[in-house]
């Protein structure tokens, strides 16, 4: 099946799905950080996993349509790796870390990280250069 028509809509679901990721786990970075992250309800849990499902699924759509998949493409299969490090980051940044101050690193390396594939995706350059960054961002 042809997935060509789809791909317009396809990035929006992605990109969408992107910025939705990162301001969710700052969010409840910022609420484990003040101790209030297991007060906040099951939606906490649950939203963030269906959002990532919809990146995750996008993004192998996406990937398919452009004839570039990991192992394949440099940029990514650097996006992938700094993905798993992202999740392992994060899930020790708020649930596995076992002291405030390793919650907290790992938190901001958790940031780094999703810093770090935006960057690759808009340059598709597993190292990319700021200043063809700053360019695509408008800077």
């Known amino acids: 099946m042809d997935l060509t028509p789809f791909y317009p809509i396809l990035k929006i679901i992605h990109v969408t799905t992107v910025v939705i990721t990162g301001s969710l786990f700052t969010l ?12 906040r309800g099951r939606w906490v849990d649950t939203v963030p996993h269906v959002n990532d499902t919809l990146l995750f699924v996008s993004g192998l759509m996406i990937a398919s349509i452009i004839g570039q998949l990991p192992l394949q493409a440099s940029w990514l299969t650097a996006k992938l790796f700094i993905l798993l490090a992202y999740i392992v980051l994060g899930s020790i940044a708020l649930k596995r870390g076992k002291s405030t101050q ?10 780094a990280c999703y810093l770090l594939i935006i960057s690759i995706a808009l340059t598709r350059n597993p190292v990319p250069d700021i200043g063809v960054l700053m360019q695509r961002l408008g800077f």
């Open 28 to 39: 409840r970075f910022v609420w484990m950080s003040q101790g209030t992250l297991q007060q």
């Open 102 to 111: 390793i919650r907290l690193w790992s938190g901001y390396a958790a940031i």
